[in-house]
């Protein structure tokens, strides 16, 4: 019978004191769909071609709103991004959590790492592994 000894039980309760504060920043585990505004027009669907601006931050468990770092916005580009929403263009946080907006909706999305880029890193501004957040804005169902 294994019995661990006195310095590796201390290890293993310093890691696990430890761990929590480590991987706060990813420890989203399902897609979060917060409503901030209730759109009144057209529905997004699957296979509609969505049109939306969208604001990007890494995800920040002690953030106000968990806005982190902010990674990407179309709001600095001042276009609006388009799509056909449900054939896997977007990151699957975006076609699961836009599906069922209305037009003039503004949802938030909290992504985990396997809704997002999973261990991809994206550029400079998304590392493996991150939960991301996104505000969307849709302002157009074609």
């Not at 759109?39 to 939306?52: I, M, Q």
């Not at 969208?54 to 609006?80: C, F, M, P």
């Not at 054939?87 to 037009?103: A, F, L, Q, S, T």
Request: contains cysteine; aromatic residues 8%.
């Amino acid at each position: 019978m294994y019995r661990p000894s006195l310095l590796t039980a201390a290890l293993l309760l310093a890691v696990a004191a430890i761990a929590p504060s480590v991987c706060a920043a990813t420890d989203l585990s399902r897609l979060d769909v917060i409503d901030r505004q209730v759109g009144t027009g057209a529905v997004a669907r699957n296979g509609a071609v969505v049109e939306l601006n969208y604001i990007g931050w890494l995800y920040d468990e002690n953030a106000k709103d968990h806005h982190g770092a902010k990674v990407d916005s179309s709001y600095d580009r001042a276009q609006t991004i388009s799509f056909t929403l449900g054939e896997g263009k977007v990151i699957p946080g975006w076609d699961k959590g836009i599906k069922g907006m209305r037009v003039g909706g503004k949802r938030t999305l909290l992504i985990p790492p396997k809704f997002g880029y999973g261990g991809r890193r994206v550029g400079n501004a998304v590392p493996p592994n991150a939960s991301l957040v996104f505000d969307i804005e849709l302002v157009g169902v074609h």
